[in-house]
């Protein structure tokens, strides 16, 4: 994989990379921070959600956090085009059913890119791109 090579971070993986999570290992961390990383725009919903279900706590509000853990992060966001929208309900084979997974793998795909993940179900997922195994 070259180094300008775009990756596409799983909602996790961005929350993770952004806050220095030690749930991320230092070769993973290594790896994201030679390449260009997005996210897709479903991964703002997510991370809005997890506070909302009390799953993420933040130390200053949600839209701050993902201001700045996208551009000045050097994360750019990858939108929602209609197509992504539609590929979400028409992925090949056998994907599991949680809506902003499908949205995720549709982004990965419509524009090519692997997807940095520790997801199970996408992680086994044999369309997947994945930039790791595991």
């Known amino acids: ?3 300008s090579r775009l990756i596409l971070l799983d909602t996790h993986i961005w929350v993770w990379y952004v806050s220095g999570s030690d749930r ?3 070769d993973k961390r290594r790896q994201l921070d030679a390449v260009p990383k997005a ?3 479903i991964s703002c919903w997510e991370v809005a959600k997890l506070v909302e279900r009390k799953r ?3 130390s200053i509000s949600v839209n701050a956090w993902i201001g700045q853990a996208l551009a ?3 994360i750019n966001l990858l939108p929602l085009e209609p197509e992504i929208a539609v590929l ?3 992925l090949p ?3 599991h059913k949680d809506p902003a997974d499908q949205i995720i793998m549709a ?6 890119i692997p997807v940095a993940t520790n997801d199970d179900k996408i992680l086994s997922y044999p369309k997947a791109k994945l930039l790791w195994q595991s």
């Open 1 to 3: 994989m070259g180094s």
């Open 107 to 112: 982004t990965s795909l419509f524009f090519d």
């Open 88 to 90: 979400s309900t028409q």
């Open 93 to 95: 084979g056998a994907f």
């Open 56 to 58: 993420l706590g933040l």
């Open 39 to 41: 996210v897709s725009a």
């Open 72 to 74: 000045p992060s050097g």
């Open 24 to 26: 991320l290992s230092t």
